[in-house]
Nanobody, 127 residues
């Protein structure tokens, strides 16, 4: 059974950093497209950052230069989202997603491309 579990969320002050982790069981995340999405109440889940199976990355404009998506090259079942200079507008529940063998269309990070999802981890940015 495929399962994704996020961790690393929490409360942080504006300007602070968090690193979210996503651990997979039932399959490894190498050769997979991975995505980090976020959702706030009343809004659609939006793609924050995605990495295609070939390593090409895409970032939401508002997080470019602040967030970094990465794979753990040693542990092929874990991926990360490093979030720096967090701002109150980054407050949301963050979800990871994965899809084996998926080569994302260039510049895309769409919910509909992924079938495996985690349960989410909450990030709150507040002073």
């Amino acid at each position: 059974q495929v399962q994704l579990v996020e961790s690393g969320g929490g409360l942080v002050q504006p300007g602070g950093s968090l690193r979210l982790s996503c651990a997979a069981s039932g399959f490894t995340l190498d050769y997979s497209a991975i995505g980090w999405f976020r959702q706030v109440p009343g809004k659609e889940r939006e793609g924050v950052s995605c990495m295609s199976a070939d390593g090409v990355t895409h970032y939401l404009d508002s997080v470019k230069g602040r967030f970094t998506i990465s794979r753990d090259n040693a542990d092929k079942s874990t991926v990360y989202l490093q979030m720096n200079n967090l701002q109150p507008e980054d407050t949301a529940v963050y979800y990871c997603a994965a899809e084996k063998w998926l080569m994302l269309a260039l510049g895309t990070c769409q919910r509909r491309d992924f079938r495996s999802w985690g349960q989410g981890t909450r990030v709150t940015v507040s002073s």
